[in-house]
Each structure stands twice: as structure tokens, then as C-alpha cells.
């Protein structure tokens, strides 16, 4: 197996796929995408474009479907939800496809939605995306980070490294037998220094202050944590993404 880090979706290679893509949008929309799943959502389906949701989500009735948008980290006006994962509970979500569109993280979905095995990935769930990679060990896997609006960014970055830690435990190989590319090399070194404080270097990534001026404390904490939820969101159809 050789991990491909990927900061952002446009620094993904154009001419190839991999065995395995793994979005990673911390803040928050695969954060959001583990937590409807775990909390008993139907699926998840993601859209770069507000439009095309509105128009596919019609096609469900109304009572089995929600509508998750967001713009600059702000909920989009007439959506029933943002991209706060918090406001997933299974009273809400229970039952219902969740119909989501956001800044970075839907976009990057898209960017790999053609790989053979496309899954999503955030801190909350890292340790079954570990579990999916020891246990399938595919060939090629890109990790692709979101970034913000096509930058780099702390939290994704993070997250990358963390999954990536995690097998260099579990195989017992160096970082450089996993090492696609020095990026993975990078993000391991960032996750070793920051993994007991991975709230606190939220505070520092400049998405993490942009959720604060939005009043989004609670979110960095939620997303923050790791390995609480045993769900493996997973592509079944182009854009649709289903527990495991």
C-alpha cells in the first residue's frame, strides 16, 4: 500500500484514479457527512452546485429528505440545515437523505468521485477508515484535503496524518515504506506534534478562526475529537455516500 497526500482537490493528478480515495473536509463537511450516518441517515448525497441539489432533492418527498447548505462557513438561506454536524441528531436525520452542498468539501468529493472505492473521512471516524485500509489493503490510496477555496489547511491536513499514523502503528512500517509522496511524510510529523491538542491547533488554522467569528466554538470541539464514531461513510453511486 502507498498513501498520496493531497492537500487540496485541484493537486490531485488529472490523467489518473486511485484504488482508493479518501476525502477529508474536517471543517466540517465530512465531519457532518459521519455523523448523519451514524446517527441513522438514509445517505448522503453531495452536490458542488446549490442548483443541481435543489433540483435532484425535489425528486424526494419532502418528509424523506433535508437540505444541508453551506457558503464561507454560513448556513445558506432556505436550507433546513448548514454544515454544523451538531444539528444531526437522529431525530432529525434518522431515515432521511441528507442533500448537501458546502465551500470545499463537496467539491473535492466530486474532484474523486470516479475512483473505484471512495470513501469519507474526518477525525471522529478515523479509526474505521484505518480498520477499511488494514483490512482491504488497497494499492494506490489517495487522502485528499478540502482546503479552503483551493489553500491548504491545518485541520485537513491533521486528519490525513492521523490516519496515516495510525497504520504506520498497525503495520509496523516506517513512514517512509507507506510514503507515496513527502507530503504523508509532513502530516504525520504535524499530527505527532499536535495530536493532544487538536483542539488548540483549530484555534490556530485560519478556518478554525473563521468558524469562531461565526459562533462555531462547539463545532471545534465536536470535530476535534477522534475515533468516536465507528462508521465508514462509502461511495454506492456517483455522489452517495452510505454506511458500511
Same mark, same amino acid.
Not at 465551500?103 to 474505521?128: C, D, E, K, M, Y
Given at each position: 500500500?502507498?498513501?498520496?497526500?493531497?492537500?487540496?482537490? &485541484?493537486? *490531485?493528478? *488529472?490523467?489518473?484514479?486511485?484504488? %482508493?480515495?479518501?476525502? +477529508?473536509?474536517?471543517?466540517?463537511?465530512?465531519?457532518?457527512?459521519?455523523?448523519?450516518?451514524?446517527?441513522?441517515? #438514509?445517505?448522503? $448525497?453531495?452536490?458542488?452546485?446549490?442548483? $443541481?441539489?435543489?433540483? =435532484?432533492?425535489?425528486?424526494?418527498?419532502?418528509?424523506?429528505?433535508?437540505?444541508?447548505?453551506?457558503?464561507?462557513?454560513?448556513? +445558506?438561506?432556505?436550507?433546513?440545515?448548514?454544515?454544523?454536524?451538531?444539528? %444531526?441528531?437522529?431525530?432529525? =436525520?434518522?431515515?432521511?437523505?441528507?442533500?448537501?452542498? *458546502?465551500?470545499?468539501?463537496?467539491?473535492?468529493? $466530486?474532484? /474523486?468521485?470516479?475512483?473505484?472505492? =471512495?470513501?469519507?473521512?474526518?477525525?471522529?471516524?478515523?479509526?474505521?477508515? +484505518?480498520?477499511?485500509?488494514?483490512?482491504?489493503?488497497? &494499492?494506490?490510496?489517495?487522502?485528499?484535503? @478540502?482546503?479552503?477555496?483551493?489553500?491548504?489547511?491545518? #485541520?485537513?491536513? =491533521?486528519?490525513?496524518?492521523?490516519?496515516?499514523?495510525?497504520?504506520?502503528?498497525?503495520?509496523?512500517?516506517?513512514?517512509?515504506?507507506?510514503?507515496?509522496?513527502?507530503?504523508?511524510? @509532513?502530516? /504525520?510529523?504535524?499530527?505527532?506534534?499536535?495530536?493532544?491538542?487538536?483542539?488548540?491547533?483549530?484555534?490556530?488554522?485560519?478556518?478554525?478562526?473563521?468558524?469562531?467569528?461565526? #459562533?462555531?466554538? #462547539?463545532?471545534?470541539?465536536? %470535530?476535534?475529537?477522534?475515533?468516536?464514531?465507528?462508521?465508514?461513510?462509502?461511495?454506492?453511486?456517483?455522489? +452517495?455516500?452510505?454506511? $458500511?
Amino acid at each position: 500500500m502507498k498513501l498520496f497526500i493531497y492537500h487540496t482537490p &485541484e493537486l *490531485t493528478p *488529472t490523467d489518473k484514479t486511485p484504488d %482508493c480515495a479518501i476525502v +477529508v473536509d474536517v471543517l466540517r463537511a465530512t465531519s457532518t457527512i459521519a455523523t448523519v450516518l451514524a446517527s441513522g441517515g #438514509e445517505a448522503v $448525497q453531495a452536490f458542488s452546485d446549490l442548483d $443541481q441539489l435543489i433540483a =435532484v432533492s425535489e425528486k424526494w418527498p419532502s418528509e424523506k429528505r433535508l437540505r444541508a447548505g453551506e457558503r464561507g462557513g454560513a448556513k +445558506v438561506t432556505g436550507f433546513e440545515l448548514g454544515n454544523s454536524p451538531l444539528d %444531526c441528531t437522529p431525530e432529525v =436525520v434518522q431515515g432521511r437523505r441528507l442533500f448537501i452542498s *458546502t465551500t470545499n468539501g463537496t467539491r473535492a468529493l $466530486q474532484r /474523486i468521485q470516479h475512483s473505484p472505492t =471512495v470513501i469519507a473521512a474526518a477525525l471522529i471516524n478515523r479509526a474505521a477508515v +484505518v480498520h477499511y485500509l488494514w483490512e482491504k489493503q488497497p &494499492e494506490i490510496v489517495w487522502i485528499v484535503g @478540502s482546503g479552503w477555496e483551493g489553500s491548504f489547511s491545518l #485541520e485537513d491536513t =491533521v486528519c490525513a496524518g492521523a490516519i496515516a499514523y495510525s497504520l504506520v502503528e498497525k503495520s509496523q512500517l516506517s513512514p517512509d515504506d507507506l510514503a507515496g509522496n513527502d507530503e504523508l511524510i @509532513s502530516a /504525520i510529523a504535524l499530527y505527532s506534534q499536535w495530536q493532544n491538542d487538536l483542539l488548540g491547533l483549530f484555534h490556530q488554522a485560519s478556518h478554525g478562526k473563521r468558524l469562531l467569528r461565526l #459562533e462555531g466554538h #462547539e463545532d471545534l470541539k465536536y %470535530c476535534a475529537q477522534i475515533d468516536i464514531l465507528d462508521v465508514l461513510p462509502i461511495q454506492q453511486e456517483t455522489g +452517495v455516500l452510505k454506511s $458500511q
